[in-house]
């Protein structure tokens, strides 16, 4: 199974500042389709996940462009270019090749 | 809008079975897919399988072959998971997502499933 790893596993960010989260995968989530199933959600407390962004770096319906994913091969990133307090909880990334894994999760809290 | 709506919280004792269903509504039901997520307390995210709306088609993730059984009615647009042979490491919420192309894109809201003698 492809393994992801997320670091930091937390961070806290005052308002309005930026913050990065790094998430590396034992395998390239690059299928032969050509297309890079990684994504990232975000966990609100007490809540579902809900998609902010698929296939690296499109941001899902709804989603602030404060918010945004790049990377390719292993290596991926989301940044948040100036974070708010409604960004508070548990970012997770995920790969779609078979089977699906998520990383461990990284907690975001304000400063 | 889309919408998938999960069935009430379950407590069920060490081998027992549990079935969760999860009603969708907001989209045609069969053009997509559904996959099975569960949680246990404090802890990550754990894929479980997937079903195809269309055909029933299902893939399950290998831990829980021959223990999971996903299921879907068209006619009323619900997808019901299965889970047999419970153990207290069962005790999770477990969250049905709508898949379109490979993405995860809308969850419901969750289902507790205690698992306790």
């Known amino acids: 199974d492809v393994v992801m790893t997320q670091t930091p596993l937390s961070l806290s960010v005052t308002p309005g500042q930026p913050a990065s989260i790094s998430c590396k995968s034992s395998?390239?989530?690059?299928?032969?389709?050509?297309?890079?199933?990684l994504y990232w959600y975000l966990q609100k407390p007490g809540q579902p996940p809900q998609l902010l962004i698929y296939?690296?770096?499109n941001r899902f319906s709804g989603v602030p462009d404060r918010f945004s994913g790049s990377g390719s091969g292993r290596d991926f990133t989301l940044k948040i270019s100036r974070v708010e307090a409604v960004d508070v909880g548990v970012y997770y990334c995920?790969?779609?090749?078979?089977?699906?894994?998520f990383g461990q999760g990284t907690r975001l809290d304000i400063k | 809008q889309v919408q998938l709506v999960q069935s009430g919280a379950e407590v069920k004792k060490p081998g027992a079975s549990v079935k969760v269903s999860c009603k969708a509504s907001?989209?045609?039901?069969?053009?997509?897919?559904i996959s099975w997520v569960r949680q246990a307390p404090g802890q990550g995210l754990e894929w479980m399988g997937w079903?195809?709306?269309?055909?029933?088609?299902?893939n399950y993730a290998q831990k829980f072959q021959g223990r999971v059984t996903m299921t879907t009615d068209t006619s009323t647009s619900t997808a019901y998971m299965e889970l047999r042979s419970l153990r207290s490491d069962d005790t999770a919420v477990y969250y049905c997502?709508?898949?379109?192309?490979?993405?995860?894109?809308?969850w419901g809201q969750g289902t507790l499933v205690t698992v306790s003698s």
């Open positions: 997502a709508r898949v379109h192309y490979r993405k995860l894109d809308y």
């Open positions: 907001g989209y045609s039901f069969i053009n997509y897919g």
């Open positions: 079903i195809s709306a269309y055909n029933g088609n299902t």
């Open positions: 395998q390239s989530p690059l299928h032969s389709d050509g297309r890079t199933y």
């Open positions: 296939e690296v770096s």
């Open positions: 995920m790969q779609t090749l078979q089977p699906i894994t």
